[in-house]
């Protein structure tokens, strides 16, 4: 009978894998769909993880380029002949057509109206009003700021006034023969005693001379960051003891 009974084996093993596909089938397909799941499942918790350390990068750049700021601006410092005090600018004034923000230090941080402010760069502009807690500061390129300036090259005086742009000053009434070139660095000049000598103001980036006129249209680029600066020095005076 073992010879009959393979064969009938034979002829039945087709019909038996026939009628167990559909459980294997099934089987596998869970098994793909369960897969899946896990699959995307994990997807999901890696994009988590990935956004979650996108934050954190983006918090340590923010951080790093603040702490870079500091480094300049504690560098400035060192080598100011006057007191300073750091600031940071909290707050812009929005008035059309002009530039001014507003700081997170006051009167009971000893400022006063009319105290020069630098960022890492350069003049900033100045103090104009004072609160308990917190001031105003009218930025170098206000149409209402002006401040004297010599050409650091060769001594020359002038009047840089703003021009109502943020990235512009112009020199006022320029003669024509005044030793001004493109690439004079300006810097305060200490006349009229509202700002120290030597602070760096800006760049001459054009000169231009018309044939008929008698002075030199002179533009300026500031050497402050005034659209991007987040802390500043406030300028103190040494005060003069009386003997």
Do not use: C, W
Not at 78 to 107: C, H, M, W
Not at 209 to 223: I, K, L, R
């Amino acid at each position: 009978m073992q010879p009959v009974r393979e064969q009938v084996e034979g002829v039945a093993s087709p019909i038996y894998l026939i009628a167990e596909s559909p459980y294997l089938l099934a089987g596998q397909a869970g098994s793909i769909f369960s897969t899946q799941s896990q699959l995307r499942e994990r997807n999901l918790t890696l994009q988590r993880q990935i956004l979650e350390l996108t934050h954190i990068s983006q918090q340590f750049v923010a951080l790093k380029a603040e702490n870079d700021r500091l480094r300049q601006l504690l560098g400035s410092q060192g080598r100011l002949p006057y007191e300073v005090l750091i600031a940071e600018v909290v707050g812009v004034v929005p008035n059309t057509g002009s530039f001014q923000v507003i700081v997170d230090k006051g009167a009971d941080a000893g400022i006063q109206t009319g105290q020069a402010v630098l960022d890492a760069s350069g003049l900033f502009g100045q103090v104009i009003t004072v609160a308990p807690f917190s001031s105003r500061v009218l930025l170098l390129t206000d149409r209402n700021h002006a401040v004297p300036v010599q050409v650091n090259r060769n001594g020359v005086r002038s009047i840089a006034g703003g021009s109502g742009l943020m990235d512009r000053l112009e020199l006022e009434n320029v003669p024509v023969s005044a030793d001004i070139v493109e690439g004079d660095l300006l810097e305060t000049s200490g006349l009229g005693g509202r700002f120290p000598t030597g602070y760096p103001v800006g760049v001459v980036t054009s000169v231009l001379v018309e044939p008929t006129s008698a002075y030199a249209q002179v533009v300026v680029q500031p050497s402050a960051q005034l659209d991007r600066s987040r802390h500043v020095l406030v300028i103190f005076e040494p005060q003069v003891v009386a003997p």
